[in-house]
Structure formats: structure tokens, C-alpha cells
């Protein structure tokens, strides 16, 4: 290769660079003045009311020593997280178009909206917004303090839409369960009482020793402990399916929804929760204690209503997660296993005889 040569090809990759750079520039600069040419319907920040309007009715929240609060209950157990959420949704809303010259209100749905929402933000700026004719791809927007009409994501008409009042309360969790938590558990139903309690059962097992010493004596017996479970005073055998699958049930309990909060006497009657199913009574960790009431089923058959502890609210609880404890019994917890392979051996013995 010639000096000429090798100049020229040291310029052209010097080109490829430069050009790569220059095009991986122009792209930031085009992705920064989308960033910096986003158009907000609203733009506020620390949220201290929260107020919104659907077919359901209204609804407004206030936020009193950095706690949500219902302006209808203050004893209502606002979900924090939710609630900031939604004014979130409702306080920062980026426009998809600006419409600077509307038709009439009455095109878009703005006329007489059935959504409408308003924030209060900490500095004490109040913004109402209605929200019109929603799309596949997007909703009409208006303020009430301007004549602009703007088009936004769906996102906040679909969560609006059919929004209550106990969408918007907390849910209380369940502790960590599981055969190492637990120590023990009672489920009451029917007249019948089933208790699981459980113990440590030494295991023998050995130890190596050290190389150097005699063979009778280089291994030693330790005693191990493995946790071992009866009901009602009669063992439970380890490879028990009904057991496995009532431990795996407890460790996963979660509800679905809050029902009521106020859990008054006729809503406790009206649920079962008066003559329930079952009660399970589990201890855990350090003597801690938990207590689920069963009450009935639902109208749908798909969720149980129950309460935890001492929580008055009555929740919902899907039948599914919770039918090896429903239809528990001593027999099935103490039913040993029927090993395949001697079953498979039984079958050919008694069809070759």
C-alpha cells in the first residue's frame, strides 16, 4: 500500500467516525427537544386535595399531616400510595395535542362531562379538569380556568371510569406463614376442632472425624433436629399432599378487596361472618398471633368474605385460595401416601396372578 493510499484510507475512516457522531447527535438533539417541547395539561406538585366526579358520584380526599384522609369518613382506611397516585395522575398530565381554536365544548364531550377531577397543590393552586369524548387512543381534555382543548392518554379516563369510594382502601397484608413461622395453627369448624402443632424431632446422623484417627472412631453420631407436625396428637406423615398443600395455601393468603370497612352488625350477619365457616388461629414468629374468620361465600361463589384479627373491615377472599382449609380434615392430614411404585407392583402382581 502506497503513502497516498494509506492517507486516504486513514481520511475515510475519520469520516465514518465523524459522520456516526454527527448522527448520534442529531438524534439526541431531536429526543431532548421532544423532552423539552412536552406540552402539560396540568403541572403541579405536593398535593393537598384531591377531589373526583364519575357516574358513581364524587368523591375528594385531604391530605391533613402527610396522611390522605376521606373528606366523608375521616375513620375510612385510605390506601396512601393510591390516593397520591391518582393526584398524581390528575396533577401532572402531559397533552398528546394542543387544540388552540376549539369547536364548540359539545364535539369533544367537554359540555357536560361525566369525568371531571380536581388537585390542590401545596402552594395552594387549585386545578379542575374535565375529561370528554375518550378514543382508542386517546381522551379530550379541558381545564375549567382556560378554552384550550388538549387530547391525553386514556390512562387516567379508564382509571377513573368506574372508580369507588373501597377501590381506594387499604388492603392489610399477611404476615410471613410457613412451616419454619409457624408453630402452630387451629382451624374451628363445624362443631370440629383441628389443631397442627409442631415439634422438633431428633434425627441421628454422624459426623466425620479426624483422617488420623482410628476408622472405628473417625465418624461420630450428632443428633440433627427436623421439625415434625401432628394433629390432634396424631402424626402427620411428611409426604402428606392435604398437609403440603394447607401450608402452601396459608403462605400465599392475600385478599382481593375490601367489602365494607365499617363491619357494623348487620353487614357481619349479612356476610356469615356472625356463624362463620371456620376460624384459623395461627402462631408464629415470637408467640405472635393471627386469627381469619370465614364467613359465606359471595354472590358469585368466587370469594369467601372474611376478617383478619381484630380489623373490623370485612374483606374478600378467593374460595380457591383457601379450599384445602375449608374442607380440612384429621383423616386427610393423616392419611399416609400411597407409593407408586409398590402400587404399580401390586397392579402387575395381581394381573399376572
Known sequence: MT???????????????????????????????QVDDTVYVTQLSDFTALSFTN??????????????????D?????????????????GSLAAIRVIDDPEDLSAYGLDEPTLQASVTAG???????????????Y????????????????????????????????????????????????????????????????TAGT????????????????????PAWDVNGTAIPSDNSAFTSLMAQISSLAFDACYDYKGEADTL?????????GVLTVTYGEGETLTLTIGALDGTGDSYYAQLSDDQAVYLLSADSVDTLVSLSAQELTAAEEDEAETTS?????SAS
Open 3 to 33: 503513502k497516498q493510499t494509506k492517507t486516504l484510507a486513514a481520511l475515510a475512516a475519520a469520516l465514518v467516525v465523524c459522520g456516526g457522531a454527527y448522527a448520534a447527535l442529531r438524534v439526541w438533539n431531536d429526543q431532548q427537544a
Open 55 to 72: 357516574a358513581q358520584g364524587e368523591l375528594s380526599f385531604t391530605k391533613a399531616e402527610d396522611a390522605w384522609q376521606y373528606d366523608g
Open 74 to 90: 375521616a375513620s375510612f382506611p385510605a390506601d396512601q400510595e393510591a390516593v397520591e397516585d391518582l393526584a398524581e395522575q390528575v
Open 123 to 137: 402552594d395552594g393552586t387549585a386545578v379542575t379538569l374535565l375529561l370528554g369524548d375518550v378514543s382508542d387512543s
Open 139 to 202: 381522551c379530550y381534555a379541558k381545564r375549567t380556568d382556560s378554552d384550550t382543548v388538549y387530547t391525553v392518554s386514556t390512562d387516567l379516563p379508564e382509571n377513573l371510569e368506574s372508580l369507588e369510594l373501597l377501590d381506594l382502601a387499604a388492603i392489610p397484608g399477611f404476615p410471613d406463614l410457613g412451616t419454619d413461622t409457624i408453630s402452630s395453627l387451629t382451624w374451628e369448624s363445624g362443631g370440629t376442632t383441628l389443631t397442627l402443632t409442631k415439634t422438633e424431632a431428633e
Open 207 to 226: 459426623e466425620s472425624g479426624d483422617s488420623s484417627a482410628d476408622a472405628s472412631s473417625s465418624s461420630e453420631s450428632v443428633e440433627e433436629t427436623e
Open 269 to 277: 350477619a349479612e356476610c356469615g361472618l356472625d356463624t362463620p365457616v
Open 346 to 350: 401390586d397392579a402387575s402382581s395381581s
